[in-house]
């Protein structure tokens, strides 16, 4: 059983590049959510989804997309990479509406040059 | 969601209990406390949850005052792998988000 497995687990972007972030999980979840850690910071929530076709904002979303077309998948694309955007970013999951833990995945570590 | 503090930091001692603090003074009714913890850069890990009662399981203790303003995560006997930043997390039961503070950092030494 994999998880909540993220790639790449390594990036370094040049300022203006566009790329995905990619998180997969396989544990039928309809919950997943994006977040961001800066050094020395907890985690950030930039967009979250409860389902597939439906996607919200949280408290950092500008710079970021989302999609969620399957249960499985949601990609994070960071549209034009600003140096600002250097992070690590953790995928999580869980089931909707009960008091159940996330998982999260290991996370992508994002430099921005 | 209701805010949380914590100290930033403690240490413990290995072998003995870590006692880890956590006020909500402003918590509602229909929120559970949570406690995740994040071992060096890897993803946070799932320790516990509850309402209002206390509760145990293979990893921690969590104590609830009978008000519910605050909690206490208890690691039995702490490890040097239980050095980690614990996040203290007050979530309301139907929602999914959630919300990180900064979390406190706990040392174990031999």
């Known amino acids: 059983n994999a998880g909540v497995t993220q790639t790449p687990k390594f990036q370094v972007l040049k300022t203006g590049q566009s790329m995905t972030l990619q998180c997969a999980q396989d544990?039928?979840?309809?919950?997943m959510s994006w977040y961001r850690q800066d050094p020395g910071m907890g985690l950030r929530l930039i967009h979250y989804?409860?389902?597939?076709?439906?996607?919200d904002q949280g408290e950092v979303p500008n710079g970021y997309n989302v999609s969620r077309s399957t249960t499985e998948d949601f990609p994070l694309r960071l549209l034009s990479a600003a140096p600002s955007q250097t992070s690590v970013y953790f995928c999580?999951?869980?089931?909707?509406?009960?008091?159940?833990?996330?998982?999260f995945g290991q996370g992508t570590r994002l430099t921005v040059v | 969601d209701a805010k949380t503090t914590q100290p930033t930091s403690m240490d413990c001692a290995e072998g003995r209990a870590a006692n880890l603090p956590c006020n909500h003074s402003?918590?509602?009714?229909?929120?559970?406390v949570y406690w995740y913890r994040q071992i060096h850069s890897q993803g946070p890990q799932y320790i516990i949850h509850?309402?209002?009662n206390n509760e145990t399981n293979e990893m921690a203790s969590l104590i609830i005052t009978e008000d519910r303003k605050s909690s206490t995560l208890i690691l039995p006997h702490a490890t040097l792998r239980d050095t980690a930043v614990y996040y203290c997390?007050?979530?309301?039961?139907?929602?999914?988000?959630?919300?990180f503070g900064t979390g406190t950092r706990l040392q174990v030494f031999p």
């Open positions: 509850g309402l209002k």
């Open positions: 997390i007050v979530r309301v039961a139907l929602a999914d988000k959630l919300i």
């Open positions: 999580a999951s869980s089931f909707t509406g009960s008091p159940t833990e996330a998982f």
């Open positions: 402003t918590i509602s009714g229909n929120e559970y």
């Open positions: 989804s409860v389902g597939a076709g439906i996607t």
């Open positions: 544990m039928n979840h309809e919950y």
